[in-house]
């Protein structure tokens, strides 16, 4: 297998062989480094057309720059905001003030994916989300909705409630039904990558090289749900981190974030507020994570990931303007 590495850059002014990573307005490549086994080549940009295109994301959504995806966990037992909006009141006003502080997309769960987590039967997962779609819908908020869930069953409730996407943390592993309500909705799907179950995936994840085998499970997913009608361009791919993941498994995907380009589908990364942060900085306490979680969205976007999923959006944003107005074509002008 070979694996093709575009290095994202930032940096100003870009050279004339630079190419927009995946139509990034910020983030550029002009070196393509080719991994064959132990064997290294440098290619220039110009060789790899692919991984300057544009990705489609969202209609009516910016492509870009890196979008920031609100939190909304309707549950009682979220790892690091568990029970805060849990009724559809502190919901719909958790997605109100997202969008206030300028979320592009909000992802609405039922179900606590947390190590440990036990599984949610799916009438309490479309009775937790479903009023709270159709709440924000009945609301005015034409923000796109992603439906957080393994469940063909809740995905389809979701989206006749008004949501634009589903994201599946099992990568279409959990309900064998889910493929086809993607085929039939077209709706963009999210595909994540994690070892095991959220029972199991943190009592002892092991890989031999964590970056190319997360690569090969999400190439994998990918020609699955093509090979079961979905379109390749509705597929956006997530290396799950902290799902069946030690400190040093996520730092070795978060260093290498870019090769996940090469996928051709927009990258989403999630990893607000996770266990690494806490143990990196010293905070135990996941709701007080949000300056470290800041910092790995920034590491994200600089390595031109699309989405970022957060739970504390304000801050996000605010950050996301500033690294913006400091990369990018308009930074010299
Ligand atoms: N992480 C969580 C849930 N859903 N979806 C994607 N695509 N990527 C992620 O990294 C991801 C996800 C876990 O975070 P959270 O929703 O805050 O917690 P919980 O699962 O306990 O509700």
């Not at 440990?116 to 009945?138: F, H, K, N, Y």
């Not at 039904?177 to 092991?206: F, K, N």
């Not at 380009?261 to 806490?278: D, Q, V």
């Amino acid at each position: 297998m070979t694996y093709r590495h575009a290095r994202p850059r930032t940096d100003l002014p870009r050279p004339p062989q630079a190419q927009a990573l995946a139509g990034s307005a910020h983030v550029w490549f002009d070196t393509v480094e080719r991994v064959d086994g132990t064997q290294r080549t440098l290619d220039a940009a110009a060789s790899w057309p692919d991984l300057a295109r544009p990705r489609a994301i969202l209609p009516n959504l910016p492509n870009d720059r890196p979008l920031v995806m609100g939190i909304v966990n309707v549950t009682p037992d979220s790892f690091s905001d568990g029970g805060t909006a849990f009724t559809l009141e502190a919901a719909l006003a958790r997605a109100c003030a997202m969008v206030a502080a300028g979320a592009d997309i909000l992802d609405i769960g039922g179900e606590s994916t947390r190590p440990g987590a036990q599984d949610v039967p799916v009438v309490d997962e479309i009775a937790r989300t479903v009023p709270v779609i159709m709440a924000i819908r009945a609301s005015g908020i034409t923000t796109p909705i992603s439906i957080d869930t393994r469940k063909a069953r809740v995905a389809e409730a979701a989206l006749g409630a008004g949501a634009d996407m589903i994201n599946d943390v099992s990568a279409l592993g959990y309900d064998p039904d889910l493929a086809a309500v993607a085929v039939a909705s077209r709706v963009p799907i999210c595909l994540m990558h994690a070892q095991g179950t959220p029972q199991t995936m943190q009592s002892d994840p092991r890989y031999d090289d964590v970056l190319t085998e997360v690569y090969d499970y999400l190439a994998q997913r990918i020609d699955l749900a093509v090979s079961l009608g979905v379109d390749a361009a509705q597929v956006i791919t997530d290396p799950g981190i902290g799902f069946g993941k030690t400190k040093l498994h996520n730092l070795t995907l978060l260093r290498g974030l870019s090769m996940f380009h090469s996928l051709g589908a927009p990258i989403l990364l999630g990893a607000s507020r996770k266990r690494f942060i806490g143990t990196i900085s010293g905070v135990e306490d996941a709701s007080l994570r949000m300056p470290g979680s800041v910092a790995v969205a920034l590491m994200a976007a600089g390595q031109g990931a699309q989405i970022l999923r957060v739970h504390d959006v304000a801050e996000t944003v605010q950050a996301l303007a500033l690294w913006r107005a400091l990369t990018g074509e308009g930074a010299t002008t």
